[in-house]
């Protein structure tokens, strides 16, 4: 059964959104609550996560497209061989080998790293480790 992946309501005021980043490409397995894709906004950049266990269908929008409040990202092929990614041994084992491509995404991983500050970080090879954070709470920002 195919479950749809919509833009999520983005704030008072904001109807669109840019696809920033895929976390995942087709045919991908994905858990539930997963996040899928990175929107970004003027005012927030928010990660959509996965409605559903499975795989990713379809996707409907590219990085760097416009996408309206309701839009329909992409589907996600729920349970069958999706329903492994929840599994908790295949979910610890998934990040690993990301980790070890880029060095500076084991320190960007980090709570305190907004999306779009951990990828300009990976994409300038900056160690995130060594900043101090300026937005709420310490967070980095792009700024």
Known sequence: MAVELKV????ESITEAVVGKWNKKQGDTVAADEPLVVLETDKVT?????????????????EGDKVRVGEVLGTIEAGGAGAVAASPAVAAAT??????AAPVS?????ARIT?????????????????????????????
């Open 95 to 100: 990040p690993a080998p990301a980790a070890a």
């Open 106 to 110: 084991a320190a960007a991983s980090d």
């Open 46 to 62: 928010i990660d959509v996560p996965s409605p559903a266990a499975g795989s990713i269908a379809s996707i409907a929008f590219k």
């Open 115 to 143: 999306p779009t500050a951990k990828k300009m970080a990976e994409e300038n090879r900056v160690d995130v480790g060594q900043l101090k954070g300026s937005g709420t709470g310490g967070r980095i920002v792009k700024e």
């Open 8 to 11: 999520p309501p983005l704030g």
